[in-house]
């Protein structure tokens, strides 16, 4: 990441706000921002595959459903964050399955960047299918995006759902049934 870049858009962006890039308040923002991108965009330098250097060779074929995994990602088209919930569901291929906490990272690895919650749906949900080759794949996605709630429409608290299936839970419905009540479940 070029931290000195980011810093000299920072500056140029308060200039151009109409703001005074050198009173006391702003005068580390731009150091600050170069910071806090190191964090929130850690994803775009992240190879989504390493999350899975190591898999576990269990037999286990039977659903697999990570609920309510917390994510803050960025949209790339306002630069303002979307915020909310993952659930990732998966039915392994009888040999292959990950550690529950490689389900987290992976959501955090394709949050953290410029997104569209579309995008980072479908991009958790082809990584897993890559890395477990499993029988099939749900992910189901919730969040707020503040570039809505901000401004514009101001929908506040309005969420936004997108889901994606892959291989038997988009062939089967009885399957995808099946992880639709697991989510259900939680609502309880
Ligand atoms: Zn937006």
Redesign the pocket.
């Known amino acids: 990441m070029d931290t000195e870049k980011i810093k000299r858009a920072v500056r140029m962006f308060i200039e151009g706000i109409g703001d005074d890039p050198d009173r006391s308040g702003l005068r580390q923002t731009p150091e600050r921002v170069a910071r806090m991108c190191q964090e929130i965009f850690a994803g775009i330098a992240t190879d989504p595959q390493s999350v899975f250097r190591e898999l576990l060779h269990e037999v286990h074929d039977e659903i697999v459903l990570v609920k309510n995994i917390p994510f803050y990602s960025m ?4 630069l ?1 964050p ?1 915020l909310g919930k993952a659930h990732v569901a998966y039915l392994p291929d009888g040999q292959r399955i990950c550690g529950l906490s490689k389900v987290a990272r992976l959501v955090e690895v394709h949050a953290k960047r410029l997104q569209l919650q579309e995008r980072l749906t479908s991009e958790i949900a082809d990584s897993l299918v890559q890395a477990l080759q499993p029988r099939g794949v749900m992910v189901v996605v919730e969040a707020e ?1 503040l ?2 709630t901000m401004r514009g429409v101001k929908a506040p608290g309005s969420r936004t759902v997108t889901s994606v299936v892959r291989g038997i839970f988009r062939e089967n419905p009885a399957t995808r049934a099946e992880v639709m009540a697991l989510l259900r479940d939680q609502e309880a």
């Open positions: 949209c790339e088209h306002h303002l979307f995006h570039c809505m």
